[in-house]
């Protein structure tokens, strides 16, 4: 069931199973780079603006007590090249054998680019632009822009951040951003020497995870397994679903006829709520679903009700299961299998005019319930072993009124045109729901200034 449908995201035909690349990846990589470029346009070999001098005293001019000096210090060390190889082994010791990669890739590589680009500018360290500067242990030595500390150190986070949890991700950037901090406290940096650093770090931490892929945040089919069993559901078979879906995992068992599962899992940490991701789609005016949820379970118990309350109106859709939250927070959703093919995968010489009617009479009963698919295609009917049409995927159903239940219309037109050509496809449509449903909105007038 389903097995064709779902929003795909960047390609991942060449990444292993349970990686991605997300478009969240190439907008690190060019926000870096752009940050990275200003930074540099600021920079002056010989002389500190106004406002990166004050507030270079500003933040290495607090008083600290005495006592915190071996915890700055300590806090440094996480943006040496010498933190690449621990948190590599690290990853290796928890068996996150891509973590490691992605670490000595990322933070390994930038270091060295960062020491190029120190030759390109050629800035000094504050001392030597700047009067007053308290040094805090060992005075650094050679150039100072970029920050290497600060670039090794946002690098490591951000190709950390999608192996970790939402705690997890908080701790690694608050250790990044106090390396930062910290390098212009002890007097070994200016301002815009640790955003440089740290623009050209998150490049880099970006980059990676675009050539690479990153977790995409699925729950392993072991544990969807064992999160059925211990509802008596026998998950023996459980298989993956091959299609690409990018915010769920989908699984099914096989069975006999009339039997089996359909399994969809939500976990908890999905890419596409990237704060940074987010902020694009808002500026951009596009949204990723037409509905947003807090958390997984909500997803999946949206798309029950609706299952459920179509059922209800008469609408033939998949029997619920099962409903529940399970492993760190991922939401699992269990129905009833129809064994069948979507009606986008048959012959169109298999699409005879009675199930042409029925697909379109079940669109009728959805709407005469309130209820608008949202993503109503030939994909998301699956026609069973009888030859009958069921109407599946109701994540992005909405109790709606005309507006929304005539782009269903639309887009299930538009599929069955392209199945069985444009005169079979209106003739069933104006049969089952009228002329007047598949006429266009009239324009609203604007009116016209006195």
């Given amino acids: 069931m389903a097995s064709t449908t779902g929003r795909s995201s960047l390609a991942t035909k060449w990444l292993p199973l349970g990686y991605a690349r997300h478009p969240g990846d190439a907008l690190r990589v060019v926000l870096g780079v752009l940050i990275l470029l200003a930074a540099s346009a600021a920079v002056h070999a010989d002389r500190v603006g106004a406002r990166?001098?004050?507030?270079?005293?500003?933040?290495?001019?607090?008083?600290?007590?005495?006592?915190?000096?071996?915890?700055v210090w300590l806090v440094m060390q996480l943006g040496v090249i010498g933190a690449v190889p621990l948190v590599a082994a690290l990853a290796l010791a928890l068996r996150r054998l891509r973590l490691a990669l992605d670490a000595v890739l990322a933070a390994g590589s930038i270091y060295l680019i960062a020491k190029l680009v120190k030759e390109f500018v050629q800035r000094g360290r504050p001392q030597t632009l700047l009067d007053g500067i308290n040094i805090l242990g060992e005075p650094a030595r050679g150039l100072g822009y970029v920050s290497g500390h600060s670039a090794v150190a946002v690098a490591l986070a951000t190709v950390a951040s999608p192996y970790l949890g939402r705690r997890g991700r908080r701790v690694a950037?608050?250790?990044?951003?106090?390396?930062?901090?910290?390098?212009?406290?002890?007097?070994a940096h200016l301002p815009l020497d640790v955003i440089g650093g740290a623009a050209l770090g998150w490049a880099a931490g970006g980059l990676t995870h675009l050539i690479l892929g990153a977790p995409d945040g699925?729950?392993?089919?072991?544990?969807?397994?064992?999160?059925?069993?211990?509802?008596?559901?026998?998950?023996?078979?459980?298989e993956p679903v091959k299609a690409d879906f990018r915010n769920s995992s989908t699984y099914v068992t096989g069975g006999a006829k009339n039997d089996g599962l359909f399994v969809k899992a939500v976990g908890r940490e999905w890419r596409d709520t990237d704060l940074l991701y987010r902020a694009w789609r808002a500026l951009a005016r596009r949204r990723t679903s037409r509905l947003r949820f807090a958390l997984p379970l909500h997803k999946v118990e949206h798309e029950a009700s609706?299952?459920?309350?179509?059922?209800?109106?008469?609408?033939?859709?998949?029997?619920?299961?099962?409903?529940?939250?399970?492993?760190?927070?991922?939401?699992?959703?269990?129905?009833?299998?129809?064994?069948?093919r979507g009606l986008a995968d048959l012959d169109p010489g298999e699409v005879d005019d009675a199930?042409?009617?029925?697909?379109?009479?079940?669109?009728?009963?959805?709407?005469?319930?309130?209820?608008?698919?949202?993503?109503?295609?030939?994909?998301n009917l699956m026609v069973d072993d009888r030859g009958q049409p069921w109407l599946v995927d109701f994540d992005q159903a909405v109790h709606a009124g005309e507006k929304l239940q005539a782009l269903d219309v639309r887009s299930l037109l538009s599929g069955l045109t392209g199945l069985v050509?444009?005169?079979?496809?209106?003739?069933?449509?104006?049969?089952?729901?009228?002329?007047?449903?598949?006429?266009?909105?009239?324009?609203?007038?604007?009116?016209?200034?006195?």
């Avoid at 910290?182 to 007097?187: D, T």
């Avoid at 699925?218 to 459980?238: C, F, N, Q, T």
């Avoid at 609706?306 to 492993?327: D, T």
């Avoid at 069933?428 to 006195?450: F, I, M, N, Q």
Wanted: charged share 25%; proline share 7%.
């Fill in 421 to 450: 050509g444009p005169d079979r496809a209106k003739a069933a449509a104006e049969a089952a729901l009228g002329r007047d449903a598949l006429e266009e909105p009239a324009p609203k007038s604007r009116p016209v200034p006195a």
């Fill in 218 to 238: 699925r729950p392993s089919i072991k544990r969807v397994r064992k999160a059925l069993e211990e509802h008596g559901l026998d998950a023996g078979d459980l």
């Fill in 306 to 340: 609706m299952a459920l309350l179509a059922a209800s109106a008469g609408v033939r859709a998949p029997k619920v299961l099962l409903l529940r939250e399970f492993g760190y927070g991922a939401g699992l959703l269990v129905e009833r299998r129809i064994h069948g």
């Fill in 52 to 71: 990166e001098a004050n507030l270079e005293r500003l933040i290495n001019g607090v008083a600290l007590p005495s006592w915190t000096d071996p915890g």
């Fill in 355 to 379: 199930l042409l009617a029925e697909s379109w009479r079940q669109a009728s009963l959805l709407h005469q319930a309130g209820i608008a698919h949202g993503d109503l295609t030939p994909a």
């Fill in 173 to 187: 950037w608050t250790l990044a951003a106090a390396v930062c901090v910290a390098r212009v406290y002890v007097g």
